[in-house]
């Protein structure tokens, strides 16, 4: 089975603050990405990445960076946390393939920002 | 650009009745669709997809959606709703590989 781990469950940070959100999958896929879930919007998406070291912006990457120096390891940066990204964030993976759409999800970090 | 509509934020049923979750989509060229799942404090579970093969698919837990692309809908649905059930379900488009467009999302509540 494909797993993905997210470093908390539950996150508590003070305004101002850099946040690191990590993301670790074992079955060597070559996407992941981050997204934001909140209340009536559904998920969006953040950032992903396509290899080592590539990534792309999603449709809401203000406020936010990654880094994947490892396959297996996407993070997601808050730079200077704010009050309006208290949210879900949920990390996702998926294998390099035209015909594959699946992406396999973690089990989100609730980050709150005081 | 492709988008989705789930067409009611919240729906409630009672135990061993049906389920229906409604579902449209827009799409500029022939889109796959997903259902997902989500438990409380759960990460996000594919129920089913539909990658232009046969137009009625099913799904885990005797969940099924019909693509109709006429009426440009996905409709979910089970015959009858178990308390487990109970969760929070997004219907998702997507044109290319890595671009999914997922929908608000659609709470069940399934009473007993």
């Known amino acids: 089975d494909v797993k993905v781990t997210q470093s908390s469950r539950y996150l508590v940070k003070r305004t101002g603050e850099k946040v690191f959100l990590e993301c670790v999958q074992d079955?060597?896929?070559?996407?992941m990405f981050w997204y934001r879930q909140d209340p009536g919007l559904g998920l969006r998406l953040i950032y992903f990445?396509?290899?080592?070291?590539?990534?792309e912006k999603g449709d809401i990457p203000e406020g936010y960076s990654v880094s994947r120096e490892k396959k297996e390891r996407f993070s997601l940066i808050l730079e200077s946390a704010s009050t309006n990204q208290t949210s879900m964030y949920l990390c996702?993976?998926?294998?390099?393939?035209?015909?594959?759409?699946?992406?396999?999800f973690g089990p989100g970090t609730r980050l709150t920002v005081t | 650009a492709q988008s989705v509509t789930q067409l009611d934020s919240h729906v409630s049923v009672s135990e061993g009745t049906p389920v229906l979750l409604r579902c449209n989509y827009s799409?500029?060229?022939?889109?796959?669709l997903f259902w997902y799942v989500q438990h409380p404090n759960k990460g996000l579970q594919l129920l089913l997809k539909?990658?232009?093969?046969?137009?009625l698919v099913k799904g885990i837990n005797g969940f099924e959606a019909e693509f109709k692309k006429s009426e440009t809908s996905f409709h979910l649905t089970k015959p009858s709703a178990h308390m487990s059930d109970a969760a929070e379900y997004f219907c998702v488009v997507s044109e290319g590989n890595n671009d999914m467009r997922f929908g608000a999302g659609t709470r069940l509540t399934v009473k007993p």
């Open positions: 539909y990658t232009s093969a046969a137009t």
């Open positions: 079955m060597d896929h070559e996407n």
């Open positions: 996702a993976s998926k294998v390099q393939d035209t015909y594959s759409y699946e992406q396999y």
């Open positions: 799409s500029s060229y022939s889109p796959s």
């Open positions: 990445s396509y290899d080592v070291k590539m990534k």
